[in-house]
C-alpha cells in the first residue's frame, strides 16, 4: 500500500472510535467507511513485468480511451490516453527501462480528463526517459477530482520497466507519446494494468544494451 493511504485512513479510524466512544457505533460508521476507502484506493499491488525488450507496458491502470497520430516538434508520433476512474490503482510505473532525460511540471486547470484538451490545459507533469534505442514520453494529467500529482523521481535517475515512480491521486489521465514506427497491441476501450500491460513494441537499436528482467545485456546475447 502507498503511505498516503495509512495518512488518510488511520486518521479516520481513530475519529470514528472516538465518535462510536462519545456517542454511538451507529455514528462513527460512515467515519469507518470512508477510512476502508482510503485504504483500498492506495493499494499498490505487485505486477508481472513484461521483460521482451523494445516493450512499451502501461504506465497506469485504466480504460484506453483514444490511440491517434500527433506531431511533436514537426515529428510523427503515436499518442495513447488511459483514463484513470477513482475505483482504479493510481499508482504509475515507468513504461520503459532507460533513464529519466526531462521532467517538466505545469500548473494548470482541473477539467475533466476525459476531456480532449486536458492533455494541454490541465496541471500535469510530463516526462521523458530514453533507453533501448528509444525516447518515450509520458504525461501524468491531473482530472476534475486529482488534485496532486506526485513523481518521485529526478533527470539523471535510471529506471526499469515497469517502477513504480508516483501516483496521481483521485481520478485521472496519462498520456503516453511513442515514435510512430511504434506497434500498438491495445485499442480504444481497453482495460490496461500499470506495469503488465503492454501498450505496443518499440524497435530496439542491436547497438544499445538492452535491460530484460534487470540484467543489463545486448541484443542478441544469451
Do not use: C
Not at 87 to 98: A, L
Not at 194 to 211: E, K, R
Amino acid at each position: 500500500m502507498v503511505p498516503d493511504g495509512y495518512y488518510y485512513g488511520l486518521p479516520l479510524v481513530g475519529a470514528g472510535i472516538l465518535v462510536a466512544w462519545l456517542t454511538s457505533p451507529l455514528w462513527a460508521v460512515p467515519a469507518f467507511l470512508l477510512a476502508a476507502f482510503f485504504l483500498w484506493f492506495f493499494r499498490d499491488p505487485e505486477r508481472r513485468i513484461p521483460d521482451t525488450p523494445g516493450t512499451i507496458v502501461s504506465p497506469a491502470d485504466g480504460a484506453v480511451t483514444a490511440v491517434s497520430p500527433v506531431t511533436v516538434d514537426g515529428l510523427q508520433r503515436t499518442r495513447i490516453s488511459i483514463f484513470l476512474n477513482v475505483f482504479n490503482v493510481h499508482v504509475n510505473r515507468s513504461p520503459i527501462s532507460g533513464t529519466i532525460r526531462d521532467i517538466h511540471y505545469q500548473r494548470g486547470k482541473f477539467m475533466n480528463a476525459m476531456n480532449a484538451v486536458s492533455a494541454d490545459k490541465n496541471e500535469h507533469n510530463t516526462v521523458t526517459v530514453e533507453g533501448e534505442g528509444q525516447t518515450v514520453v509520458f504525461k501524468q494529467i491531473a482530472g476534475l477530482l486529482a488534485r496532486r500529482i506526485v513523481f518521485d523521481k529526478k533527470v539523471g535517475d535510471r529506471v526499469q520497466r515497469g517502477q513504480r515512480v508516483g501516483l496521481i491521486k483521485f481520478g485521472s489521465r496519462v498520456d503516453v507519446v511513442l515514435d510512430a514506427s511504434a506497434r500498438v497491441q491495445i485499442k480504444i476501450g481497453d482495460h490496461v494494468k500499470g506495469g503488465s500491460s503492454v501498450l505496443a513494441y518499440l524497435p530496439v537499436n542491436a547497438d544499445q544494451p538492452v535491460t530484460a528482467g534487470g540484467t543489463t545485456k545486448r541484443q542478441g546475447e544469451r
